[in-house]
């Protein structure tokens, strides 16, 4: 098994680390002040003039892999940017994850990836003119719409928002919360899950609609916290659809094709927050351990008190063993296929967050009052990957898919119903290291 990195996956790797510290480290503080005027819901400008001096480096678009399968309705439309496999796209998404702005200025922040994919893969050459090439030009943003707060989302089969043919229209009646990226003014398009048949197979019964967000009918009823913080100008909104009339050319793929198009969605969105979740990470061991070498307490420095030399320890094993398992995960999509990686995926969503919520909490307590407080940006971060344990499917589903395959290699088993590890589209990405 060789683990050296091949020349195309160093270079783009050290091409986004550079830009990083070049174009994006120098200007946290700048970013910061203007985040913090004003009204907090608005286009920050340093995002903007970064986004452009990245397009023209040709650090652009990276998400989707080429030759990945894609299901093209219309294979006219030509995907502009610098295509990586997913284990290029890893190393790169690690670097981003250091800065919780970062990803946007290269075009790859959530939900916009997952969006661009479901367009680019399953939409007709007009609603990729429309809608996918905006997107791609990092000029509009847009929304995924699935998680609803009066039903278990973790099983999208339980969706209940309505979308009913009226001639030439659908009309959609429901509500959606986690819907992230809502609050962003540039927020025009929203892909919307819902049911256009309550009867058949529960796996068929869903289908997923584009929506113009300034259709009537569509109203913002309020912005969601998470753990205090609002996530402006980015945000996790709740949102109701009252008699909202759409074309019928906006339906994806065809009615009923709604379950199929999420399963090609969140596989690849999971591993792109748990290879950002890695450089957060990383962010927190490295502010852990200067404070623990810069600290004095009770006559010595923190790093001296033998605790904090396991803690360092087992966050430096943790974050190594982490980084296989996602990059092993990712060769295993662009050789066999997201379908042959699902087991890999559900485990990597699993350690991805809880490791780097061990280490941001360490990190908190090496640093006293002042990591609780918003001092040292580790509080945002421990609630971002907090949330993260939620996002794209709860803990507690993933883990029941990884204990049912290993139950499989040891007896029979025979699940009670047929199982379903769709999760909450909450994407932390969209809270501080998006995706």
């Not at 209940?160 to 009309?171: L, M, N």
């Not at 407080?373 to 990884?402: C, K, Q, S």
Request: glycine share 10%; with cysteine.
């Amino acid at each position: 098994m060789d683990f050296t990195l091949s020349e195309r996956e160093t270079y783009f790797r050290d091409r986004v680390r550079e830009f990083i510290a070049k174009e994006i480290a120098p200007r946290q503080a700048e970013h910061d002040r203007q985040h913090h005027e004003g009204d907090p819901w608005k286009v920050i400008p340093v995002i903007e003039e970064v986004k452009a001096k990245a397009r023209e480096a040709g650090l652009w678009n990276f998400f989707m892999p080429p030759h990945s399968g894609q299901q093209h309705v219309d294979d006219t439309f030509q995907f502009e940017g610098t295509q990586l496999t997913n284990l290029e796209y890893a190393l790169c998404a690690e670097e981003m994850g250091r800065i919780g702005w970062a990803s946007e200025c290269f075009n790859c922040s959530a939900p916009d990836t997952g969006n661009m994919e479901v367009l680019h893969r399953y939409g007709t050459l007009s609603q990729k003119e429309q809608w996918l090439r905006p997107l791609m030009n990092g000029e509009i943003r847009s929304v995924f719409l699935m998680t609803e707060p009066a039903v278990a989302s973790s099983d999208a089969t339980n969706i209940e928002t309505r979308i009913e043919r009226d001639g030439d229209h659908y009309v959609i009646n429901g509500r959606k919360w986690w819907s992230s990226g809502v609050g962003d003014p540039r927020c025009k398009i929203g892909i919307l899950m819902g049911k256009t048949s309550f009867e058949g197979s529960r796996h068929q019964q869903q289908s997923q609609i584009l929506v113009p967000m300034d259709t009537p009918g569509v109203k913002i009823e309020r912005m969601l916290s998470v753990y205090g913080y609002d996530h402006a100008p980015h945000g996790h909104g709740e949102v109701s659809f009252t008699d909202v009339r759409v074309p019928v050319e906006n339906i994806l793929l065809g009615e009923g094709r709604g379950f199929e198009i999420a399963q090609g969605r969140l596989g690849p969105g999971r591993i792109h927050h748990c290879m950002r979740t890695i450089g957060v990470a990383e962010v927190g061991i490295e502010k852990m351990a200067k404070r623990l070498l810069s600290r004095i307490v009770f006559g010595k420095r923190i790093a001296d008190h033998s605790i904090w030399e396991q803690r360092i320890s087992r966050a430096r094993i943790d974050i190594e063993m982490t980084r296989l398992l996602c990059l092993k995960a990712a060769d295993m999509m662009d050789r066999a296929g997201n379908k042959a990686a699902q087991q890999e995926i559900a485990m990597i969503k699993v350690q991805a967050p809880n490791m780097a919520l061990q280490i941001l909490d360490d990190a908190i307590q090496a640093h006293g009052g002042g990591g609780v407080a918003e001092d040292y940006g580790l509080a945002h971060a421990w609630a971002a990957m907090r949330t993260l344990r939620f996002a794209d499917g709860p803990d507690e589903v993933h883990n029941r898919a990884i204990a049912r395959n290993e139950f499989g290699k040891h007896g029979e088993w025979k699940a009670e119903r047929p199982s379903n590890d769709r999760g909450p589209e909450v994407s932390s990405g969209d809270i501080g290291v998006s995706r």
